[in-house]
């Protein structure tokens, strides 16, 4: 099976990541904080500008971005390192937080008078004695989905520096890359079960299943391979990809 043909078999709540993606991650918590804006600065644009007045709208901003109500629970960035503070990250920091927020009594509300919000969130399902990670869809009042961003925003700060941080060292690895060395990322997932095409009574109880194996290399170009060479001066460094399905 090729890589393209595996990709199109993915299911329906994995996302394909975007290119800004891998400029910091793109695991389930990262997409559901991403959902979550989306519909709770929706909900504000919808139901709460239009009800309060024009000096309280910088009060109860729009955001634009993920990134903006984040930082808006933050210090100021230190000025030496660039970066900010590991207390505030980690939420020990007794000058921001998610204090700084501020949220109507309408956008938490979850009496039965508030309307219906369809949003999405991660949970464990169970499918055949298993328990699988599934994006589901939710049809709460604003209050829950709210709330539940909040929960999220408490660690996504952290989580996203993180990830940055862990970007921009691989970066800093494959622009100072040695000569006669390589970088090599690998990781997998396990026990994907496999299904016949056509069901086959003998096979019923001998279910195969699989793990994913995906390779990254990054390495120096070679003359005789890449019709190029890397030279420590002018390097060129090639990605490859590698990608095994190990039955289990």
Known sequence: ???????????????????????????????????????????????????????????????????????????????????????????????????????????????????????????????????????VRKCTKPGEMFNYFIELLDKFAGHQFRAQWQNAQLKCLKENLLQNHCIIIHDYSENYGCKEKFELQQTYFQRTEVSIHVSVIYRHAILEVDGVESLPDIPCIITEHFLCNKPG
């Not at 955001?63 to 207390?87: F, M, P």
């Open 1 to 135: 099976m090729n890589q393209r043909t595996f990709e199109r078999l993915k299911p329906y709540f994995v996302r394909s990541a975007r290119p800004k993606d891998r400029v910091t991650c793109c695991c389930h918590y990262h997409i559901e904080a991403r959902s979550l804006f989306s519909k709770t600065m929706e909900f504000r644009k919808k139901y709460t500008i239009p009800n309060i007045l024009d000096f309280e709208q910088n009060v109860y901003p729009i955001y634009e971005h993920l990134t903006d109500i984040a930082v808006a629970t933050l210090c100021d960035k230190d000025q030496v390192n660039n970066s900010y503070s590991k207390a505030c990250l980690d939420r020990e920091c007794s000058k921001c937080g998610l204090s700084l927020l501020k949220f109507t009594d309408e956008e938490l509300n979850v009496s039965d008078d508030a309307p219906n919000v369809s949003w999405e969130r991660y949970e464990y399902i169970t499918v055949n004695s298993k328990k699988k990670l599934t994006l």
